[in-house]
């Protein structure tokens, strides 16, 4: 649109969630954004949006986002929109934004929403920071996150305690290093968020009922979107379901001299707790475990009931992945492991 400019910081508000759905059914990422959204939303003082496409009927879906936080479900139904494609979404995406500006949106870092996010922040000329695992504005909260996560001595620093930037931490230089990346000259600030990494928010029924759905103009039609969708092919692959399991038992790169009998012995102790077993990344790089197995930065980020840790050193990567689990137990030769800082 002829009147939008990103770098017009002033006249944008409110903090936008792209709520994927696929098939008319909402993804768990949706309920973590919107959750962590609310927390954005309140910290800056305005409302919390989500942004939700898709085919005729896609609007019976908006009151449960309501649920978890939103203030406001803006909903954009059309038939050429039930099946995801790039075009199609992008544009509906960057006219809502164009109009309504806000100022910050996030999205889920799944297969569509790598795949959607560069194409709308590059249309919006704005920033985006890929593959985000914490988000915070609020200056006081972000020091703490500093504090408790990084070695930087956060009390001898000069702080803006005004800025408002949000601010998207992610791992860098292959998950040595943490990044905090800020978007101040333009609007909106995009981040994609990585599964699992957000608490969900107990659902709210009352909220539920208190959602106001927006159902914006919008135009798009078949000349628009320049891919044909033929056939969705679901595979099947087994994949470990770390972020889901109530028990993980995870193993380090001093598991055993006998590297095959250590995971072993972790199967069975899984396997007798109803869990999975988990790796730190030296294990995935040893090619000991395969990469869905990974905890951490780099791999899932994980809240179990009952946390297991054998033979792991507890690197400040690996911690930020499961620190939050409910039991920690940790088993080490070393007692002076990082790991046993945040054990139980």
């Not at 009927?57 to 909903?75: F, P």
């Not at 994980?302 to 940790?330: F, R, T």
């Amino acid at each position: 649109m002829s009147n939008f400019n990103s770098a017009d910081i002033a006249a944008f508000k409110d903090v936008w969630v792209f709520c994927e759905q696929r098939e008319g059914k909402l993804m768990p990422t949706d309920f973590e954004l919107i959750s962590k959204g609310r927390d954005l939303a309140n910290e800056l003082g305005v409302n919390l949006c989500g942004l939700l496409l898709g085919g005729e009927g896609i609007e019976s879906a908006a009151k449960e986002l309501g649920g978890y936080g939103a203030d406001k479900v803006i909903v954009c139904e059309s038939p050429l929109l039930a099946t995801y494609t790039t075009d199609g979404y992008a544009k509906v995406i960057c006219d809502v934004i164009e109009d309504l500006k806000p100022e910050a949106f996030l999205i889920g870092a799944t297969n569509i929403g790598r795949d959607l996010g560069p194409r709308c922040a590059a249309r919006l000329h704005t920033g985006l920071c890929a593959d985000c695992t914490h988000l915070d504005v609020d200056v006081p909260n972000y020091i703490q996150f500093l504090r408790e996560s990084s070695t930087l001595d956060v009390d001898s620093m000069k702080w803006d305690m005004e800025d408002r930037n949000l601010k998207m931490t992610r791992p860098a230089f292959g998950g040595h290093l943490m990044a905090t990346i800020i978007c101040p000259r333009f609007r909106p600030c995009m981040a994609t968020v990585r599964p699992g990494v957000m608490k969900k928010n107990a659902f709210d029924e009352a909220k539920a009922n208190a959602v106001e759905i927006v159902k914006p103009n919008f135009t798009l039609t078949a000349e628009d979107i320049h891919t044909d969708v033929t056939e969705v092919v679901k595979a099947a692959k087994k994949l470990v379901d770390l972020i889901g399991a109530d028990f993980i038992v995870s193993v380090g790169r001093g598991i055993s001299k006998d590297v095959e009998g250590g995971i072993k012995l972790a199967e069975e102790l899984a396997e007798v707790l109803g869990g999975v077993v988990g790796g730190s990344r030296a294990t995935i790089d040893s090619g000991w475990l395969s990469a869905d197995h990974q905890v951490g930065q780099t791999g899932k980020t994980v809240h179990p009931k009952v946390y297991v840790a054998l033979g792991i050193s507890g690197a400040i990567q690996h911690k930020a992945g499961m620190q939050d689990s409910e039991c920690i137990i940790a088993v080490n030769k070393n007692d002076t492991a990082p790991i046993f800082e945040i054990a139980d």
